[in-house]
């Protein structure tokens, strides 16, 4: 079993900056990727951006050249630098570890962008 856990999120003002990170613990073995989702109230979870294990990331259209994304294999941790943030960033943010296949997800945490 994998155990993740989230932590960074806040409130800030538009233009803003926070970083959020991302531990996984427990039996890992081969993380493959790593990510963050979001989700903002009434809408669909969707994918922010995603690290692979080679070292390849994506981002979505949304958040590209102001949501940076970076990994720490030793540490097993993921982190997500957010600059020039906007109120349509507002959402909980999800930690998802792919680990040999298999998808574990954090408990999420509030980012709240005030305009």
């Known amino acids: 079993q994998v155990h993740v856990v989230e932590s960074g999120g806040g409130l800030v003002q538009a233009g803003g900056s926070l970083r959020l990170s991302c531990t996984a613990s427990g039996s890992i073995r081969s993380i493959n990727a790593m990510a963050w989702y979001r989700q903002a109230p009434g809408k669909q979870r969707e994918l922010a951006a995603v690290i692979f294990s080679g070292g390849g990331a994506n981002y979505a259209d949304s958040v590209k050249g102001r949501f940076t994304i970076s990994g720490d294999n030793a540490k097993n941790t993921v982190y997500l630098q957010m600059n020039g943030l906007k109120p349509e960033d507002t959402a909980v943010y999800y930690c998802?570890?792919?680990?040999?296949?298999?998808?574990?997800w954090g408990q999420g945490t509030q980012v709240t962008v005030s305009s």
């Open positions: 998802n570890i792919v680990e040999s296949y298999h998808n574990y």
